[in-house]
């Protein structure tokens, strides 16, 4: 099987998640379960960036060391994944040993190569960002990120020359168009490019200043600086740059960022490892921010939003199909309860669920509860497969293309056009006229494409698609699917079975492969209605007028 190798960041242990941090992992676990479902040995990871200054801080206003804050926030992060049905197959800890000697090995590489050098570097620090502003980055003076002023701040410290590779990252962005995407973030990393000499990196923290951190293998009086620490985050995952593992799954390698880390990812790190002479990540997938109330969220603004009860509100699966449905993947998104309740009402519980209900009940109505066996297609099913393929296919492309919202778009188009096929063919008078022939070719048709619909979103929805599959028959739909989907994500390269014939995405214009007389659930109630303060407005209305 091929590999597919995905990293979503890994965060800082300084604030508990929020929506954005599940956001990122949702999308990553989501990319990598339709990676499998379309025949590759796929696997995500995360983890917590647990060292530098910003950490420091934190525990020292919270009265903690920062190894207890760490330990207690990276737990938080970990325990939150399975819980919004996110199942990374590691979870790095950057304070951990393995890291550390992975940091240590890396860092030594780039000295041999002679890229890393000692000097005074006097500038504007962020220590939200942990980092140095050049002037032309700031904005009004502030930092763009925090709108705090840095501190102007002088010391002697380790250098990476990360201009020496300037020119080879720009051939080597120019070359890959799909090395970085969407389209604008590859070209701010072009413009990052441009103008003049690009800045070398400083990688270090005298001790004096900051010990939470990885010693450098050169030089104990110094750690280092967080960026060379955290992005290789990524190999440790993968048991560092010498292992099988790491042979196998990192030339296939995926990074899934927000824009806040553009340039670490997109600049930083690709230039670490030509100089340390090892392979480029393939591609970079870079999302916009989440809002709430029209700002990004912060504390201190009060707008944070907290993923576990908003995620339970509709339940999970509601959530994550509302996650990638509502943002354009590149774009910002606007975050509101009142949002999310109108998504779930219209596409969840109107199109979704009344399609399951209607057609499950007609089915356990008129075909015993058993998938009926079709007869000849009339010109309604032609077309409407055409539909269907078409839909599919375009779900896949936008899908593969991290184009979450045109996927689902695209499969709404066949869910729509399915509650209008039933209204259209209306079985109930066929069946009043007693033509149950053509009874059975309409509910097989709509139960096989409501199979196709609901494997496609097992991706998206893995709680729902496994109770859709399962009401409508499939072999293993409820449980042997699921069960395929969690074994592979402990993946241990090359020992898994491949997943059961008709689990595969990518067999669209195949009709013909749910089963004839596998049983049908009678009723399905996939996504109740909710009630929301215009609706129940509304009916209190209407009863009003009634009376
Ligand atoms: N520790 C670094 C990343 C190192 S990766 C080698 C870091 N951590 S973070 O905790 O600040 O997480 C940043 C990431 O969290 C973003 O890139 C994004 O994935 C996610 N998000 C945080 N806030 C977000 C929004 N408001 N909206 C969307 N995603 C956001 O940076």
Not at 255 to 267: E, G, N, R, S, T
Request: glycine share 8%; with cysteine; charged share 25%.
């Amino acid at each position: 099987m091929t590999p597919y190798y995905l990293t979503a960041p890994i965060y800082y242990v300084n604030a508990k998640p929020h929506l954005g941090h599940a956001y990122t992992t949702i999308v990553a676990d989501t990319m990598t379960r339709f990676a499998r479902l379309s025949g590759l040995d796929a696997m995500f990871i995360t983890g917590t960036d647990e060292h530098g200054d910003k950490i420091v801080q934190a525990a020292a206003k919270a009265g903690r060391t920062p190894r207890e804050l760490a330990d207690e926030v990276s737990a938080a992060f970990r325990a939150l994944w399975p819980e919004l049905e996110a199942e990374p197959a590691r979870f790095v800890r950057t304070s951990g040993p393995e890291h550390r000697a992975v940091v240590r090995a890396f860092l030594q590489k780039v000295h041999a190569a002679g890229d890393i050098y000692f000097g005074e570097y006097g500038g504007n620090y962020c220590y939200g960002c942990e980092r140095f502003y050049t002037e032309k980055e700031l904005e009004n003076g502030l930092c763009p990120q925090h709108q705090v002023k840095p501190e102007y701040i002088s010391e002697k410290n380790y250098f990476f020359r990360m201009s020496a590779y300037q020119d080879r990252l720009k051939r080597h962005i120019l070359d890959n168009p799909g090395f970085i995407s969407p389209e604008r973030y590859r070209n701010e990393a072009l413009s990052m490019l441009e103008g003049g000499v690009l800045d070398d990196l400083c990688i270090s923290r005298p001790k004096t200043r900051l010990e939470w951190g990885i010693e450098l293998p050169f030089d104990p009086d110094y750690v280092c600086y967080v960026w060379f620490d955290a992005l290789l985050a990524y190999f440790t995952a993968l048991g560092g740059p010498d292992s099988a593992e790491f042979e196998r799954f990192w030339p296939e390698s995926e990074h899934l960022v927000a824009k806040d880390i553009l340039k670490p990812h997109a600049v930083f790190w690709p230039t670490m490892l030509m100089s340390a002479g090892l392979p480029l990540y393939r591609r970079l997938h870079v999302h916009g921010y989440w809002l709430s109330r029209a700002a990004k969220m912060s504390k201190s603004i009060g707008n944070v939003v907290p993923p576990l009860e908003t995620a339970r509100s509709l339940g999970l699966d509601a959530f994550r199909y509302f996650l990638l449905r509502e943002m354009h993947f590149g774009s910002d998104a606007d975050f509101s309860e009142e949002a999310l309740t109108a998504r779930y009402n219209a596409d969840l519980a109107n199109d979704l669920g009344n399609l399951f209900s209607r057609v499950l009940s007609m089915a356990a109505r008129w075909c015993g509860g058993k998938v009926p066996a079709p007869e000849a297609d009339t010109e309604a099913e032609t077309d409407l497969k055409i539909l269907a393929s078409d839909s599919l296919a375009d779900y896949q492309r936008f899908f593969a293309d991290a184009r979450f919202s045109d996927a689902l778009e695209a499969l709404w188009n066949l869910v729509r056009a399915l509650n209008k096929y039933v209204d259209a063919s209306a079985p109930w008078a066929l069946a009043a006229a007693g033509d149950m022939e053509r009874v059975n070719t309409v509910l097989y048709t709509l139960l096989e494409c409501m199979r196709k619909t609901a494997l496609h979103l097992r991706p998206v929805m893995p709680g729902k698609s496994a109770l859709m599959l399962a009401q409508l028959g499939v072999p293993g739909g409820a449980s042997g699917g699921a069960q395929t989907d969690s074994a592979q994500t402990s993946s241990s390269a090359g020992t898994r079975a491949g997943p059961p014939v008709g689990t595969l995405l990518g067999e669209v214009e195949n009709f013909g492969l749910l089963p004839v007389g596998a049983p049908l659930a009678p009723a399905s109630n996939l996504f109740p209605r909710v009630e929301t303060d215009r609706s129940a407005a509304a009916k209190a209305k209407a009863g009003t007028r009634k009376d």
